[in-house]
């Protein structure tokens, strides 16, 4: 199934644009890793 980030933030019980600064903070960390 499919989710967003809303449905996926309401999941965790916290804010859209907390979520999406989590996911980037993580993006962030992994790109760092693989090519940094």
Do not use: C, N, P, W
């Not at 499919?2 to 790109?31: C, N, P, W, Y």
């Amino acid at each position: 199934r499919d989710s967003t980030g809303e449905d996926l933030a309401a999941t965790m019980d916290i804010g859209r644009s907390t979520f999406h600064q989590h996911l980037r903070a993580a993006q962030r960390k992994v790109f760092e890793e693989l090519y940094g």
